[in-house]
């Protein structure tokens, strides 16, 4: 443990090593994102899904998925659980150091999570820098109208284009009945 007390110490003082701020689901799956890529060197091409509860920021079920928790309440051992930045930022530093050097809990997971920890730091994401402004949401009716006026101009254009299509075929059809005649 005395490896992660210069990990743990470069959370700042009152965040309770970060867990105490749990980020909205936005924020984490973006956070997510940025600490993979700083970690692996590479961004994460797979499907990120997001979950609740106590379930852990790990591996999916799937191939090729990553299960994301902002609130992890797991009911863990000392060192972990509480949620927050601290647990994504720790599971991302155990995926990273498992994928590139084959070790769980060792010096450069160490390095690793400290680094991660600078990151969300520094980069204000415990003042909530990763937020981003909501959408204001359009009224559904209003969209339904437009839609059915967008809906009903393109079925007039084809009925159009369909009774021109009709006078060309009947003009063409008597041509040949009388050259039939003939």
């Known amino acids: 443990m ?3 007390s210069s990990v743990n110490g470069a959370w700042p003082e009152g965040t309770n090593d970060g867990r105490d701020i749990v980020p909205t689901p936005q924020e984490a799956l973006s956070g997510f994102k940025r600490l993979y890529r700083k970690a ?3 961004p994460y091409k797979g499907k990120l899904h997001l979950v609740s509860g106590n379930r852990h920021t790990w591996y999916g079920e799937k191939p090729g998925t990553i299960n994301v ?3 992890e309440q797991s009911r863990g051992s000392r060192f972990h659980g509480g949620g927050g930045w601290h647990e994504i ?5 155990h995926m990273a150091s498992r994928r590139l050097y084959n070790e769980g809990h060792g ?3 160490a390095f690793i999570e400290r680094e991660l920890i ?3 730091v520094n980069g204000g994401w415990l003042e909530g820098k990763l937020k981003r402004p909501e959408k204001a949401k359009a009224d559904p009716v209003e ?3 437009q839609r059915a006026a967008t809906n009903l101009a393109r079925w007039k254009a084809k009925l159009k284009r369909a009774q021109n299509a009709i ?7 008597r041509y040949y009945d009388r050259k039939a005649a003939a």
């Open 2 to 4: 005395a490896k992660y």
């Open 40 to 42: 692996m060197g590479r």
């Open 69 to 71: 928790n902002p609130n």
């Open 89 to 93: 930022v720790h599971s991302v530093s």
């Open 107 to 109: 010096p450069r997971h």
């Open 118 to 120: 600078k990151m969300v």
């Open 143 to 145: 969209v339904r109208k």
């Open 167 to 173: 006078r060309k075929l009947e003009k063409q059809a």
